[in-house]
């Protein structure tokens, strides 16, 4: 009993010691995958995009599909002046660790809300979702 206590105990601790330094470091990695994004959204590298994304993302849909939205994000909307995170969210399971993100993004001709699911593993980040809202994404 006491031996299962003990064990359970250093049990509780070692995970909440690798979770103190897990998610912080997981942001981290999860905020330069973003960044990276963007910079590639700004040049209108939409397939530097989908090839670096994870593979859930590159299945969700057609590549077609993406390249033509990310083009008409660059060509209606211009490169990002500033991309503001408003929230973010650490999860961890037994498929792995993902972040989320949402961001108010200003464009050169205009802003959006964007949200990201960023899946982390191995010390690596790959946007696994993007999503976008954008009035003039629309209207344009």
């Avoid at 509780?12 to 590639?40: M, N, Q, Y």
């Avoid at 464009?107 to 964007?114: C, H, I, V």
């Amino acid at each position: 009993m006491v031996r299962t206590r003990l064990g359970a105990l250093l049990a509780a601790g070692a995970l909440a010691a690798a979770g103190c330094s897990g998610p912080s470091a997981s942001v981290a990695e999860a905020e330069k995958a973003v960044a990276t994004f963007h910079e590639r959204l700004s040049a209108g590298r939409c397939e530097e995009i989908h090839q670096a994304a994870d593979e859930g993302f590159r299945a969700s849909g057609p590549k077609q599909q993406f390249l033509d939205v990310c083009a008409a994000v660059a060509r209606k909307l211009g490169a990002i002046r500033s991309a503001d995170r408003q929230s973010w969210r650490v999860f961890v399971g037994t498929g792995g660790t993902s972040v989320q993100f949402t961001y108010k993004t200003a464009f050169e001709q205009g802003s959006g809300a964007e949200s990201f699911n960023v899946k982390v593993s191995g010390g690596s980040a790959r946007v696994l979702a993007w999503n976008i809202q954008s009035n003039e994404l629309i209207t344009r």
